[in-house]
């Protein structure tokens, strides 16, 4: 929504168009938060449990992950409109609330288990009490989102994804065995069993997740809104060049970051907790707690540090895709450029998501079980939500003269009929 005399914003603070900072954008800040603390516990088993074996997964997904997230941010610039506000308008609302409803619940859970996992890995490095530092992240992640300036707010974001080349480092403080690994990406073995099944499932879903879909849509239209002159590209179409471009380099990085950061943890904990015998992983800082004695403390402190570091930029994505999705089927102004008092239910929703994940770790939930859920959830709620937007991104009533092309169409199919065998997989193998 754009700013309003009724509904002032925070006072924009734009990089300039020549800048790396403008480049990289919604794409890299998507891209980075998809690595966190919970998915670094999927990545940090499949290495654990079978080697380098799962590692084609994040080639396979690579092209597909990025092709989605390009379309659900294309939806957003050409619209000004964010995912959930241009799916209430084009599909059945009970549906909508229904997908919503499921991706809301599945991040709440997520959020949670990431602020277990960063709780126990802060007292891993310095000790203390793990229940006070979730507490501490919670409340840290609420303030910025509530009171700093959007702007201001998505340079913090891009520093923070600069936590995720500790998992990079990594690779440079153990024994890879490149040859090995090479040769399982290229010619994979892949093993016929359930529990092989069900970790390639799990790692589908920490790779494509319905809320970088809301996200990246959102951020996209916070980005028009605080730029001077920007408007939908249906409204200014020679904007467009530019921003297309933009939008497809920036997404490409971030989802090739994404990717590559998941198969830098995984080599790694092949490297070491695969190779020494130890195959069971359930947590983020287990499986650092579990390289100390095995890679040295350094290799340690990387892991246990990017935990702490991908984790502040995760929690921001749960919270914030959530309050986009209820907000805009909602009717509310909506938008992290939204002053508080201009946007209580926005950042209501925000408020509540995090208490309640923050809840989770004092109320005995089974973080692993609540993990599992989500990966059941989002794998539900995913391939409907792919297939319904490719249709609104290839519909020219929506996007006008900008509808996707006939390749991003394809790949966009592909990736939902990938997610849809997923989910298929996923049941069979539960039952």
Same mark, same amino acid.
């Given at each position: 929504?754009?700013?309003?005399?009724?509904?002032?914003?925070?006072?924009?603070?734009?990089?300039?168009?020549?800048?790396?900072?403008?480049?990289?954008?919604?794409?890299?800040?998507?891209?980075?938060?998809?690595?966190?603390?919970?998915?670094?516990?999927?990545?940090?088993?499949?290495?654990?449990?079978?080697?380098?074996?799962?590692?084609?997964?994040?080639?396979?997904?690579?092209?597909?992950?990025?092709?989605?997230?390009?379309? %659900?941010?294309?939806?957003?610039?050409?619209?000004?409109?964010?995912?959930?506000?241009?799916?209430?308008?084009?599909?059945?609302?009970?549906?909508?609330?229904?997908?919503?409803?499921?991706?809301?619940?599945?991040?709440? %859970?997520?959020?949670?288990?990431?602020?277990?996992?960063?709780?126990?890995?802060?007292?891993?490095?310095?000790?203390?009490?793990?229940?006070?530092?979730?507490?501490?992240?919670?409340?840290?992640?609420?303030?910025?989102?509530?009171?700093?300036?959007?702007?201001?707010?998505?340079?913090?974001?891009?520093?923070?994804?600069?936590?995720?080349?500790?998992?990079?480092?990594?690779?440079?403080?153990?024994?890879?065995?490149?040859?090995?690994?090479?040769?399982?990406?290229?010619?994979?073995?892949?093993?016929?069993?359930?529990?092989?099944?069900?970790?390639?499932?799990?790692?589908?879903?920490?790779?494509?997740?319905?809320?970088?879909?809301?996200?990246?849509?959102?951020?996209?239209?916070?980005?028009?809104?605080?730029?001077?002159?920007?408007?939908?590209?249906?409204?200014?179409?020679?904007?467009?060049?530019?921003?297309?471009?933009?939008?497809?380099?920036?997404?490409?990085?971030?989802?090739?970051?994404?990717?590559?950061?998941?198969? %830098?943890?995984?080599?790694?904990?092949?490297?070491?907790?695969?190779?020494?015998?130890?195959?069971?992983?359930?947590?983020?800082?287990?499986?650092?707690?579990?390289?100390?004695?095995?890679?040295?403390?350094?290799?340690?402190?990387?892991?246990?540090?990017?935990?702490?570091?991908?984790?502040?930029? !995760?929690?921001?994505?749960?919270?914030?895709?959530?309050?986009?999705?209820?907000?805009?089927?909602?009717?509310?102004?909506?938008?992290?450029?939204?002053?508080?008092?201009?946007?209580?239910?926005?950042?209501?929703?925000?408020?509540?998501?995090?208490?309640?994940?923050?809840?989770?770790?004092?109320?005995?939930?089974?973080?692993?079980? !609540?993990?599992?859920?989500?990966?059941?959830?989002?794998?539900?709620?995913?391939?409907?939500?792919?297939?319904?937007?490719?249709?609104? !991104?290839?519909?020219?009533?929506?996007?006008?003269?900008?509808?996707?092309?006939?390749?991003?169409?394809?790949?966009?199919?592909?990736?939902? !009929?990938?997610?849809?065998?997923?989910?298929?997989?996923?049941?069979?193998?539960?039952?």
């Amino acid at each position: 929504m754009s700013a309003t005399t009724e509904e002032p914003v925070k006072e924009p603070v734009k990089a300039p168009k020549t800048s790396l900072a403008w480049i990289i954008g919604p794409g890299l800040i998507t891209g980075a938060a998809d690595d966190d603390p919970s998915g670094i516990a999927t990545y940090s088993q499949a290495g654990a449990q079978f080697g380098n074996t799962t590692a084609w997964a994040l080639i396979v997904t690579y092209p597909l992950m990025a092709g989605i997230q390009e379309i %659900c941010a294309l939806i957003g610039r050409v619209t000004g409109r964010g995912l959930a506000g241009n799916l209430i308008r084009r599909q059945p609302r009970f549906l909508v609330n229904l997908l919503i409803a499921l991706m809301v619940f599945a991040n709440v %859970c997520n959020l949670g288990a990431d602020l277990g996992a960063m709780g126990a890995a802060l007292r891993l490095l310095i000790g203390g009490p793990s229940g006070f530092y979730v507490i501490a992240f919670a409340v840290v992640s609420v303030l910025l989102e509530i009171f700093l300036r959007y702007a201001h707010y998505a340079n913090v974001l891009k520093w923070l994804s600069l936590s995720l080349l500790a998992y990079a480092a990594s690779l440079f403080v153990v024994h890879v065995p490149w040859q090995s690994v090479a040769r399982a990406i290229v010619w994979p073995t892949i093993e016929p069993s359930g529990d092989y099944a069900e970790m390639i499932v799990a790692v589908l879903g920490t790779t494509i997740s319905p809320y970088l879909f809301f996200w990246q849509a959102g951020l996209e239209v916070e980005e028009q809104q605080g730029e001077p002159g920007a408007e939908p590209l249906r409204v200014a179409p020679h904007q467009a060049p530019a921003e297309m471009r933009r939008i497809r380099w920036d997404t490409i990085a971030g989802m090739g970051l994404s990717n590559v950061i998941g198969l %830098c943890i995984m080599i790694t904990t092949a490297a070491t907790l695969n190779a020494h015998g130890v195959k069971d992983i359930q947590t983020a800082s287990q499986a650092a707690e579990a390289l100390k004695p095995i890679a040295g403390r350094f290799a340690f402190l990387l892991f246990a540090g990017g935990i702490v570091g991908t984790g502040l930029l !995760a929690l921001p994505t749960f919270a914030g895709s959530a309050a986009y999705a209820i907000g805009e089927v909602a009717r509310w102004p909506v938008g992290l450029d939204r002053r508080p008092g201009h946007a209580k239910a926005f950042y209501g929703v925000i408020v509540v998501a995090t208490i309640a994940g923050t809840a989770m770790n004092f109320m005995g939930v089974d973080p692993i079980k !609540a993990l599992i859920w989500t990966a059941v959830l989002n794998g539900v709620a995913a391939a409907p939500i792919m297939a319904m937007v490719v249709r609104m !991104a290839s519909d020219r009533r929506v996007m006008g003269e900008f509808s996707i092309t006939r390749g991003l169409a394809i790949n966009g199919w592909i990736g939902t !009929a990938f997610m849809t065998a997923a989910v298929v997989v996923m049941f069979v193998t539960m039952v």
